[in-house]
């Protein structure tokens, strides 16, 4: 695994690259940066029953801070290079076959190959979440716990072998979904060349954001709105959290921006309950921004309820709001508990998934 690099992307100048499109730029790129950046601690131990015979039961665990974009396939290599060099007996590892390794929680829930593990993390967070004694309130990533099966793998559900061949055709896979889901065709995917579309992979497994960038920016939509009306952003600090600059009015007109696909490629996990997927416009009905509230409200009320209109507008509060609203939940984007004002234009053009997908985990509050 590659260590990360810190350099942006750099575009010569042309003359009609105004200022506001140089912000566009720079903002977008940010938040894909930072996403592409994220990594989360997993704790990996073998499973004490299938240990070799004379493995050092004291180097047993390994620890790794992996990126939120890849995917367990690629951690393998290094993986099993520890485990061989410093835990198992060397006669013994000769008889382990590579392709019968698997992974579960140390709660018992089988880890899936083809998701990425920023995803595995947060659907574990979320599932924790279901716990009384869980909490939010600390600062400090707890690793996830795997525990690493050596042999009788339940290929029956895990659907896919644990190869990096395998993994990238997994991947691949999702990119021309997700662009469907967009465009309603999968031509700006198959119209790639194959150099390209094999560079996808190659920036994820080098975990290369510019090598991966070069070649998604022509698939992924820009975040500049192109709609005819537009709401004016509010003008606190805090609205750059739910609207960051990117997503002002008046920037590029570009008919390939977030706000004028045809739907944004989202999947919603519930604790211990069925992803669901569905289509999400970036626009509601009155051709404003559709936001994370309006999405979640439409599919879990129960978690999620609307608000109720504002009182009327008195002398004394010439200006009411709608009185607040309990949330039994909250919802988790790439390790980040998200703002529900913020726009799933937005979400899909900044914090997607390098697959292309908006992963929206829920978790419970207590």
Not at 14 to 22: I, K, L, M, Q, T
Not at 52 to 64: G, I, M, T
Not at 316 to 332: D, F, I, M, S, T
Request: glycine share 6%.
């Amino acid at each position: 695994m590659s260590t990360y690099g810190t350099t942006r992307h750099h575009h010569s100048p042309a003359a009609n690259f105004s200022n506001r499109d140089r912000a566009t730029d720079y903002h977008t790129t940010l938040f894909r940066r930072l996403t592409w950046d994220g990594t989360v601690p997993l704790e990996i131990r073998v499973d004490p029953k299938e240990l070799p015979a004379n493995s050092d039961r004291n180097l047993e665990c390994y620890f790794v801070q992996a990126p939120r974009v890849s995917y367990l396939p690629l951690l393998m290599p290094e993986i099993r290079r520890f485990f061989m060099d410093l835990v198992f007996d060397e006669t013994a590892a000769k008889d382990l076959k590579d392709e019968e390794w698997w992974f579960e929680t140390a709660e018992g829930t089988l880890v899936k190959w083809h998701w990425p593990i920023g995803l595995i993390y947060d659907n574990h967070t979320i599932s924790a979440s279901l716990k009384p004694t869980s909490s939010r309130s600390s600062t400090n990533a707890i690793p996830l716990r795997l525990i690493l099966h050596l042999a009788s793998p339940p290929n029956e559900k895990l659907l896919l072998s644990p190869s990096p061949e395998a993994c990238k055709q997994a991947f691949m896979g999702q990119l021309k979904e997700a662009d469907f889901i967009r465009w309603g065709s999968t031509k700006r995917m198959t119209g790639l060349r194959q150099q390209d579309q094999d560079g996808l992979w190659e920036g994820i497994k080098e975990h290369n954001f510019d090598d991966y960038w070069r070649v998604a920016s022509k698939v992924t939509p820009t975040t500049a709105p192109t709609r005819a009306q537009s709401p004016v952003p509010p003008s606190s600090s805090a609205s750059m959290v739910n609207r960051p600059p990117s997503a002002d009015p008046g920037g590029p007109s570009e008919r390939d921006g977030a706000y004028n696909v045809r739907s944004i490629p989202v999947r919603l996990y519930v604790p211990d309950g069925p992803v669901i997927q569905g289509l999400v416009p970036p626009m509601i009905d009155d051709n404003t921004p559709r936001t994370l509230s309006h999405y979640l409200v439409d599919h879990i009320p129960l978690l999620f309820p609307a608000s109720p209109p504002a009182p009327p507008p008195s002398r004394a509060n010439p200006h009411p709001r709608p009185p607040p609203v309990p949330r039994p939940a909250y919802a988790l984007i790439q390790g980040i508990v998200m703002p529900l004002e913020t726009e799933m234009a937005w979400l899909g053009g900044c914090l997607a998934g390098a697959d292309g997908w908006v992963n929206v985990c829920i978790g419970i509050n207590h």
